[in-house]
């Protein structure tokens, strides 16, 4: 398994910027995918956004295409999400999680390693 800290969580207003890192250990990080998740209150984990291991590939939910954008350091073994143009419906915490291959998937049974979460607050 990988062990998954996650930051960069805290409080915006509508339209401002944060960017999401987090850090992973235990696991050869290029080789799997990662992604995001976030879960706001009383409802049900929503998948957010992927990255492939091995090569390039990203992977988007149609509610932050165009505004988030994925990406990873693997000589860092760091994965972020710039998030833009945030909207109050965005308000949620953010897991990163490790898959269990290198193929994109925004199935949650397909990650087998999750971080405890950072909080994202977008006022309005």
């Known amino acids: 398994q990988v062990q998954l800290v996650e930051s960069g969580g805290g409080l915006v207003q509508t339209g401002g910027s944060l960017r999401l890192s987090c850090a992973a250990s235990g696991r050869t990080f290029g080789m799997y995918a990662m992604a995001w998740f976030r879960q706001a209150p009383g409802k049900a984990r929503e998948f957010v956004a992927a990255i492939r291991g091995r090569i390039d590939g990203t992977y988007y939910a149609d509610s932050v295409k165009g505004r988030f954008t994925i990406s990873r350091d693997n000589a860092k073994n760091t994965m972020y999400l710039q998030m833009n143009s945030l909207k109050p419906e965005d308000t949620a915490v953010y897991h990163c999680?490790?898959?269990?291959?290198?193929?994109?998937?925004?199935?949650?049974?397909?990650?087998?390693?999750w971080g405890q979460g950072t909080q994202v607050t977008v006022s309005s």
């Open positions: 999680a490790a898959g269990r291959g290198a193929a994109v998937t925004t199935r949650p049974e397909d990650y087998d390693s």
